[in-house]
């Protein structure tokens, strides 16, 4: 587990779907392209819904680990 350079940090522990999505998306729609956002929740469904929103956008999932209940996730926008 390698940790990332990123511009923007967004904290989602303790939000429930689709909070953490819709939190990741505005915060990705204020970055400059190539910008890397990390993503900590707690939600278990966010892993996967991390992996739909990448398809579904563009936006690429560069990493994402588990470290207890957190799970982190580094999304490099579009």
């Known amino acids: 587990m390698t ?14 779907c689709p909070l ?12 400059a392209s190539g910008q890397i956002l990390r993503v900590q929740a707690t939600d278990p469904g966010s ?6 929103f990448a398809k579904q956008t563009g936006n690429e999932l560069v990493q994402q680990y588990k470290d207890g ?6 999304m490099k926008r579009k």
């Not at 940790?3 to 429930?16: I, Q, Y």
């Not at 209940?69 to 580094?74: E, H, I, L, N, Y």
């Open 3 to 16: 940790t990332l350079e990123f511009a923007k940090d967004l904290d989602a522990k303790g939000l429930n």
């Open 20 to 31: 953490p999505i819709l939190k990741t998306k505005k915060a990705l729609a204020e970055m």
């Open 47 to 52: 892993v996967r819904d991390f992996q739909a």
């Open 69 to 74: 209940d957190v799970f982190t996730f580094f």
